[in-house]
């Protein structure tokens, strides 16, 4: 069984990574030794476990775009649903600021990767995703980071309860079928 954070997670991924008519490629141009220009996919990932410096430049060498689940509000309880506004952040992590020479930098990552997401419904969730903020992360030793919080709306569902749990309330002890 999955958890809704790794659906949502893998839902945003799956679209940042998608291709979308209308809406231009996570992609960047790298050039190759013989000096010709090759447009290349951004990588799409979730978050490492450990982020070290050897993977950050790796990272940023090819441009990547990581996915994190932030944390989770929570609405009343109504009923037996409570609505969950649940944070994810996107990085996008370049060795290269702003586009030059033909190269996309982390200026035009951040601006494509939400224009890929804004409004857009993962699964499990009501209603597209909004966009919160977006902010300068980490430069270090030419490894540029940027970071967008994304929110998105789901619920959560009290499961159903079983006779130990709430004595208060009737069970169904049979099922009487009238068309026997």
Request: include cysteine; proline fraction near 4%.
């Amino acid at each position: 069984m999955s958890s809704r954070i790794v659906t949502v997670e893998e839902s945003i991924k799956d679209r940042l990574g998608a291709e979308i008519e209308g809406v231009a490629p996570l992609e960047r141009s790298m050039r190759k030794a013989d000096g010709s220009v090759v447009m290349v996919p951004l990588q799409v990932e979730s978050f490492p476990n450990k982020l070290t410096a050897l993977k950050l430049k790796t990272l940023s060498a090819v441009g990547a775009v990581l996915v994190r689940y932030m944390g989770s509000r929570y609405g009343p309880l109504v009923g037996v649903e409570q609505e969950r506004l649940m944070a994810f952040e996107v990085v996008v992590v370049s060795d290269s600021l702003r586009a030059e020479d033909a190269h996309v930098g982390c200026y035009e990552m951040l601006d494509l990767a939400l224009e890929r997401l804004i409004g857009f419904k993962p699964v499990d969730c009501r209603g597209g995703v909004e966009l919160f903020e977006d902010q300068f992360l980490e430069e270090l030793e030419g490894t540029w980071q940027y970071g967008a919080q994304v929110r998105v709306k789901s619920v959560m569902v009290q499961p159903m309860m079983t006779e130990s749990e709430d004595l208060t309330l009737p069970l169904l002890v049979s099922v009487v079928d009238d068309k026997l």
